[in-house]
């Protein structure tokens, strides 16, 4: 059985670095083909794509948040990590981790996802 | 990486058939048969019901189908059920290994 759990601070404040973390099973970082990508969305808005990291350990990033974000595996522990630096209060939304298949190009599994408050 | 173009809203009674558009670029859509659709509930996470352009996950509602024709795809959803009121989110590839969202749209069963 597929899962993803995200995990990380409600909460953090302006020009803080946000940490997240998502921890799955089912599957191994290890397969070849297998990729993690993290997906947000503000309170009432659309879902924007952040990142993705592959089993080969390759990062590709939002255009746009490039500068900001940094992708990370953790193998051993099942986690891939997403951290996100001079966090603004625009930044406000749920993060969600989804496994990504290339094989037609789609987020096939989802974790719940979770809030992040920016605010001082 | 500007998000795909999908209206706002889009209504219809049970039993009635809907059709979402997604509207992109020769970048995106017009490149690539690689779109995909989402349900998403209140509260609750996206659910993958469409991809590669009109192919239905295992499990999915043979309600659903999907279309592509040049720079625009549609979900269509036939015989609309109370289950299906929630929003629903194209997704493209959109080249150099980057990934773009519509903007969603709210899908109301009247």
């Known amino acids: 059985q597929v899962t993803l759990r995200e995990s990380g601070p409600a909460l953090v404040k302006p020009t803080q670095t946000l940490t997240l973390a998502c921890t799955f099973s089912?599957?191994?970082?290890?397969?070849?083909?297998?990729?993690i990508s993290w997906i947000r969305q503000p309170p009432g808005e659309a879902l924007e794509w952040l990142a993705l990291i592959d089993w080969g350990d390759h990062k590709y990033y939002n255009t746009s948040l490039k500068t900001r974000l940094t992708i990370s595996k953790d193998t051993s522990k099942n986690q891939v990590v997403l951290t996100m630096t001079n966090m603004d209060p625009v930044d406000t939304a749920t993060y969600y981790c989804?496994?990504?298949?290339?094989?037609?190009?789609?987020?096939?599994?989802w974790g719940q996802g979770t809030l992040v408050t920016v605010s001082s | 990486q500007s998000a795909l173009t999908q209206p706002a809203s889009v209504s219809g009674s049970p039993g009635q058939p809907i059709t979402i558009s997604c509207t992109g670029t020769i970048s995106d859509l017009g490149t690539y048969n690689l779109v995909s659709w989402y349900q998403q509930h209140p509260g609750k996470a996206p659910r993958l019901v469409i991809y590669?352009?009109?192919k239905r996950p295992s499990g999915v509602s043979n309600h659903f189908s999907g279309s592509k024709s040049g720079n625009t795809a549609s979900l269509t959803i036939s015989g609309l059920q109370a289950e299906d009121e929630a929003d629903y989110y194209c997704c493209s590839y959109a080249g150099s290994s980057t990934w773009v969202f519509g903007g969603g749209t709210k899908v109301t069963v009247l």
């Open positions: 989804a496994r990504f298949n290339d094989n037609g190009d789609y987020f096939d599994y």
């Open positions: 089912g599957f191994s970082l290890r397969t070849s083909g297998i990729f």
């Open positions: 590669e352009d009109s």
